[in-house]
């Protein structure tokens, strides 16, 4: 795959973007925001996007799906961090959907996953137990009950958990927090006895649940993967997770670069276009340059999975990396240079600037996928 758009990936993203300014302007996040929405999205909206084959885009045919790849679900990602749609991609596609389209067996697939191509079931992926990310910092556990398995333990800031109808569980099964063995995936029916759900409200406007689980019950059957082993799995959900909220952040940050660029050109000071300043113009050319930077990184990551190439968790941090110095550069720049009005709720920079610092520390910022990706690449 290149680094630039083939002729029906444009297309995608032109179909894409209509679709979006048409049915999701920024006034329905600030509604669904301020109203304090049940959902926190709209469901009829998800269900028409399962009907265009935008949530199916990585499932194959068997499935319901596209069987297609990283570089068309991102343009259609892209999208949505223009738009700032808080519809659940990452829990039910990236995260949840992955998790059971790589470790799930074949019964287990074909009995969830059609559902979530139209949109008609929702996904969750219940692993983060503190603060910072850290995928083996697991003490939830899981032991053998029966001809099955209890689940207890507690998971914070679960994308869409709230309005999951099944969560997949990260839990121990052996070992102690914070090693890469002994862990196990489970998939758990959110209605399930003694799961106990408390919404939290994000920054961002995203959608999460803080999720209890006492002894609850599941079924070998419905186990991801291998007992103890479950990091092969996770491993490999994490790095396609990244690789497309990095997607969704380029889209987020090339909106609030545009709106800054508009502002400069037309926001007088003194009588002059403020875009003349040559301070302004230094640093404007600078997000610019970083930000094509960070889409040539975006690009490859995608590339590295379609093409089946041996480098995906490398691309992964490099691409996240850059993405959340980038997200921080370009949207503490927007709401500087829009002055006063930026640091204000009236002006929809700033809500751009708070979706790109909850995505630069979802599943892990920076600072984290630099000293993986020395370690990956052996120093």
Known sequence: MGLILSEDQLILRDMAKN?????????RMRTLRDTNDDTGFTRELWKEMGELGWI??????????????????????????RALAPEPFMSTVLLGGNAILLGGSEPLQKDLLPDVSTGDRILAMAFQEQGRFAPYAVETRATKDGGGFKIRGEKLFVLDGHVANQIVVVARTSGSSGERDGLSLFVVDAN????????????????????????????????????????DVLDAVFD?????????????????FERTLEYLKNREQFGVKIGTFQALRHRASEMYGELEFARSVVRDAQSSIDDGRDDVAQMASAAKARCSDVGNLIGGEAVQMHGGIGMTDEEDVGLFFKRLKAAELTLGDAIYHRNRYASLRGY
């Open 19 to 27: 679709f979006f300014d048409e049915k999701s302007p920024m006034e």
């Open 56 to 81: 199916s885009i990585l499932l194959p045919e068997a499935l319901g799906g596209a069987d297609m790849g990283y570089g068309e679900l991102g343009v259609v990602l892209s999208e949505c961090g």
């Open 192 to 231: 399930s006895a003694g799961v106990e759900v408390q919404r939290t409200q994000m920054l961002d406007g995203r959608n999460a649940a803080r999720i209890r689980f006492e002894d609850t019950a599941v079924d070998a059957g419905r186990v991801l993967g291998e007992i103890d082993a479950g990091a």
């Open 240 to 256: 396609r997770a990244t690789i497309g909220l990095c997607a969704e952040m380029l889209g987020t940050f090339e909106e609030a």
